[in-house]
C-alpha cells in the first residue's frame, strides 16, 4: 500500500494517442509493438525455431499480439501471468465489392461488425484503415484519417414520428455511406483510390481487410476535464494498459513467473478465429516457450496449471439517466477504479480465488477495485475470459474498466481510470 502509482494523468494522456493512431485491429498490434521494441523487446516469426533465451519476445498474427518475457533463472515449468484482452471493436467493414451508388451518389458497400450502436455511425465525419494484401504476398497498412465517407441520417421532415417512435434502421438499406458524387459506379475505384494512398503502383492489391472510423480525434470532456471521450475504448484502452504493464513489469521481472500479453482479435463476433481467443494461438505460443527452455509436456501440464489470467475489458458504468437497467446493489462509477465482473452463469469466469487475486494485485498497486454484476432482468454480455479458462485451462478472473456508450462509435470513460487499471495490472504481472 506504499508503492507510489507507477502511471499517472500521462498514461491517459498516451491512451488518447494510441486510439487516435489504432483506427484497426492491424495498427492497434503493429503499434503495440512498437512501444514492446522500444523496451527490449523482440520479434520471433512462427515459421522460425524458437530458443529459450531470456527476454521479451512477441509474435504478432494479424490482428493479434502475444507478448511475454523469460525472466533470468526461469525454468521450464514457471507458471505464466497472463493480461488478456481484444483488439477490435464494432464498426462498418468494407464488402469484397466495394463500390456501389444510386440517384448520383457514390457509396461503398459495408458489412456491419459486431454488434455497434448504429445510429452513433450517422452524420459523422468518417475516415478508411485497414490491411491491403500485395501481389507479392506480403501487406501495407492503410489509414486514410481524413474526412472520406458518412452515413447520412434521414432528415426529420421525412420521418416525422422518429423522436416519438424511435429511429429504426434497416442493416443493408440504411448503413452504406457516401463518399462522392458522379454517374455509373466504377468498379474497382475504392481500392485504385486506396493503392494511390498508400503509395502503391496500380493493380497491386488483390485483397483488403478495411473499416470506417471517426476521425474526431479523443478529448478531455467535463468542467474539469475529468472525462475522456473516444473511439474503441472497448478495447484498446485494455491493449494499451496491458502493453504499458507488461513492458514496466518486464524490468523487474523475477524467475516465479513469466509476465504475458494476449492481445485477440474478433471477440466482438465470437473469437472463432485463427487471431482470436477460441483459436490455438496463445496455447500454441505458451507451449512453444516451455519448449523452447527445455521442457516437457508434463513441464507444460505444470506451467498451465500454476497460471493466471487477467481478461481485462471494458465494463458498463452505472448510466445516470438509466439507472434501473443495472443491478440495484452494484452501480460501478467511472474514475472508480477497475471493475472486477462476476456472473454465476459463467459468461464471466471470475470467482472466489480469482477475486482473491485480483484484489491483492489492487491492494499492492494501492488501486481502489469495484465489482460489476449484470441486473438479473437483463441478458450478461460475455468476454475471452471464459473461452481462455475452458480452452486452456488456466484460471481465468474477468476485470476491466466502467465506460458509458459501450460500442458506440465514441465512448466515454473516467480520465483516472486508465492508469488505475495500468498500475493494477503491472502488480499482477510483477506477482
Not at 525472466?71 to 484482452?85: D, L, M, N, Y
Not at 477495485?369 to 438479473?376: H, K
Request: glycine share 12%.
Amino acid at each position: 500500500m506504499s508503492e507510489p502509482p507507477r502511471f499517472d494523468r500521462g498514461h491517459t494522456d498516451d491512451l488518447m494517442s494510441f486510439l487516435a493512431a489504432s483506427p484497426t485491429p492491424y495498427h492497434a498490434v503493429a503499434n503495440a509493438a512498437e512501444r514492446l521494441e522500444k523496451a527490449g523487446f523482440r520479434q520471433v516469426a512462427e515459421t522460425d525455431a524458437w530458443d529459450g533465451a531470456s527476454g521479451g519476445k512477441y509474435v504478432l498474427r494479424g490482428g493479434a499480439i502475444i507478448a511475454w518475457y523469460v525472466p533470468e533463472g526461469a525454468s521450464a515449468h514457471t507458471p505464466f501471468r497472463i493480461v488478456g484482452a481484444h483488439t477490435d471493436s464494432p464498426n462498418l467493414r468494407v464488402k469484397p465489392r466495394p463500390d456501389s451508388g444510386a440517384h448520383g451518389w457514390r457509396q461503398v458497400a459495408v458489412e456491419i461488425y459486431g454488434g455497434p450502436l448504429l445510429n452513433s455511425w450517422l452524420d459523422r465525419d468518417l475516415g478508411l484503415a485497414g490491411r491491403l494484401s500485395l501481389r507479392d504476398g506480403s501487406t501495407r497498412l492503410v489509414n486514410v484519417d481524413r474526412p472520406l465517407l458518412r452515413v447520412p441520417q434521414l432528415a426529420i421532415h421525412l420521418d416525422r414520428s422518429v423522436n416519438a417512435d424511435g429511429l429504426k434502421l434497416d442493416k443493408q438499406r440504411h448503413m452504406q455511406p457516401v463518399w462522392g458524387m458522379g454517374g455509373d459506379v466504377r468498379d474497382g475505384e475504392l481500392i485504385a483510390f486506396l493503392e494511390e494512398a498508400a503509395g502503391l503502383p496500380s493493380g497491386e492489391v488483390t485483397g483488403w481487410d478495411l473499416m470506417v472510423h471517426s476521425v474526431e480525434p479523443p478529448a478531455y470532456l467535463g468542467r474539469d476535464r475529468e472525462l475522456v471521450a473516444g473511439p474503441r475504448m472497448d478495447n484498446l484502452l485494455s491493449v494499451h494498459a496491458g502493453t504499458a504493464a507488461l513492458a514496466a513489469a518486464a524490468r523487474g521481472a523475477g524467475p516465479s513467473h513469466i509476465p504475458v500479453l494476449a492481445a485477440f482479435d474478433h471477440e466482438e463476433n465470437g473469437s472463432q478465429s485463427d487471431t482470436g481467443a477460441d483459436g490455438p494461438l496463445l496455447g500454441g505460443v505458451l507451449e512453444r516457450s516451455v519448449f523452447a527452455r527445455g521442457g516437457s509436456y508434463e513441464d507444460r501440464a505444470r506451467a498451465f496449471a500454476g497460471s493466471v489470467c487477467l481478461s481485462s475489458d471494458t465494463g458498463h458504468a452505472v448510466h445516470p439517466n438509466y439507472a434501473e437497467r443495472h443491478d440495484p446493489t452494484h452501480h460501478p462509477r467511472v474514475d472508480g477504479g477497475p471493475i472486477l465482473k462476476v456472473n454465476v452463469n459463467n459468461r464471466y469466469a471470475t470467482d472466489g480465488s480469482g477475486r482473491a487475486v485480483f484484489a491483492a494485485a489492487c491492494e499492492k498497486a494501492d488501486v481502489p477495485f469495484q465489482s460489476f454484476v449484470s441486473n438479473n432482468a437483463m441478458p450478461c454480455g460475455t468476454t475471452i475470459g471464459p473461452i481462455t479458462a475452458a480452452r486452456h485451462g488456466i484460471r481465468t478472473v474477468d476485470i476491466g474498466v466502467a465506460i458509458l456508450s459501450m460500442h458506440s462509435a465514441r465512448e466515454l470513460c473516467g480520465a483516472n481510470d486508465p492508469f488505475l487499471l495500468a498500475n493494477a495490472l503491472v502488480a499482477f504481472l510483477e506477482g
